[in-house]
């Protein structure tokens, strides 16, 4: 998921009535779970073009069996995306987070059921089948077979997830549709030139420049990527670490190896919406560390922008990546082998990199937003996808 504030574009609205409004599809309210994100334009590009396909985004929705009954008239469809907070307790001491778990865990069961009996249909787009910080596997195993078996429609963005959701969640797997994660084309502003950002960030101009771009979480793998970095013989390449810190370590790692390198540059903070472009236009690759292979908002929005990337060479990754034609590729959890990737992206001449980038860019213009929408229009009002 992309963690990053974006020039959203205004919510559509339904189309106007006309003659032929007896034959078009009725409005229809879907509520997300959770609400959307101000600091990650994803849900609002999918739900801008829902509203295209006769779907109304409901908003300050809550889950609760008294909103529930208040909105049966209001809400048709509930739609979630990162579940886990509806059955983890995050709070209080460790000991007692388990027990309240479960407890939390049959709640979101029962306002399950009552949806369903109320007549509300249940979505859910699965970006990864398990939470990307586990705590307890077990808690959230059940957690996503419960959802899994209430939901009407299941989705994933690939098929790297898609064959996650099958290896652990049973008969409810069968019912996965895959639809791809739109790109993020045209949603950032333009933001100042290349020369400009790297005279700030104090990088020369013909540096070798990787980016590594969204929150500082375990499992982006930032620390190997550091690792790998520091091993590299590069001595005229930089690495830029921009993002808000999510878990402390990753930030601690981040500092620790600045301060024993200075080709690492940490901008270790919110990235604002004007900034987000000129980053990647400042740099010359992308990189993304983590090796589970799950969908990657920041791959895409790295193709988005027309940047080559270096990632783990997974299903979903290689096909992003049209088996290297857009970037450089390593085996997951591999340090040597992400450190060889990097060596070999540095060492790319200019055009290959020109070749590279126009090529990461064509991906990114597959992922059509128009088309995703009216596909999974069709998949919620159960025409197929």
């Keep these: ?77 509930l739609h979630f995306h990162w579940p886990q907070p509806f059955w983890r307790h995050e709070s209080g001491p460790r000991r007692q987070r388990g027990p309240l778990s479960y407890l939390k865990l049959g709640l979101f069961a029962a306002r399950l059921a009552a949806a369903r009996l109320l007549g509300y249909r249940i979505a859910w787009t699965i970006h990864q089948v398990y939470p990307h910080e586990v705590e307890s596997e077990r808690l959230d195993r059940l957690g996503a077979v419960v959802l899994a078996r209430f939901a009407n429609v299941l989705v994933a963005h690939d ?20 639809i791809p994660h739109g790109s993020y084309i045209g949603v950032y502003p333009e933001g100042r030139g290349r020369g400009d950002v790297r005279e700030e960030l104090g990088i020369p101009g013909e540096s070798f420049v990787f980016l590594c771009f969204g929150d500082l979480r ?3 793998e930032v620390a190997r990527l550091l690792t790998a970095f520091s091993a ?36 270790l903070s919110f990235v604002p919406e004007e900034r987000v472009s000129e980053l990647f236009g400042a740099a010359d690759a992308a990189v993304i560390a983590r090796g589970d292979g799950g969908t990657s908002g920041s791959l895409i929005l790295a193709l988005s922008m ?23 590729l390593f ?9 060889a990737a990097l060596e070999e992206a540095a060492g790319t001449d200019a055009e290959e990199r020109r070749r590279k980038g126009e090529s990461a860019l064509r991906s990114a213009e597959r992922l059509r937003w128009p088309e995703i929408g009216e596909r999974t229009a069709a998949l919620l009002r159960g025409d197929g996808a």
């Excluded at 396909?53 to 609760?64: C, I, Q, V, W």
């Excluded at 060479?313 to 290689?318: G, H, L, N």
């Design 159 to 178: 098929e790297g997830t898609l064959e996650a959701a099958r290896r652990d969640l049973g008969r409810p797997a069968r019912r996965v549709t895959v």
């Design 218 to 220: 375990l499992y982006k």
């Design 1 to 77: 998921m992309v963690s990053s504030a974006a020039q959203i574009p205004k919510e559509r609205k339904p189309p106007a009535a006309s003659a032929d409004a007896a034959a078009a599809p009725a409005c229809l309210r879907i509520a997300s779970f959770p609400n959307v994100l101000a600091t990650n334009p994803y849900q609002r590009l999918l739900y801008d073009e829902l509203a295209a396909h006769g779907f109304e985004l409901a908003e300050d929705a809550h889950l609760t069996l008294g909103w529930l009954v208040r909105s049966r008239g209001g809400a048709d469809y």
């Design 232 to 267: 590299t013989e590069l001595p005229g390449a930089v690495l830029v670490v921009a993002g808000t810190v999510c878990a402390a370590e990753q930030g601690d790692a981040v500092e620790a190896h600045a301060a024993a390198d200075p080709r690492i540059r940490p901008l």
């Design 331 to 339: 085996e997951p959890g591999d340090t040597a082998s992400l450190r």
């Design 306 to 328: 027309g940047v080559p990337a270096v990632a783990a060479r997974t299903v979903s990754y290689e096909d992003l990546l049209d088996g290297g034609a857009g970037g450089w």
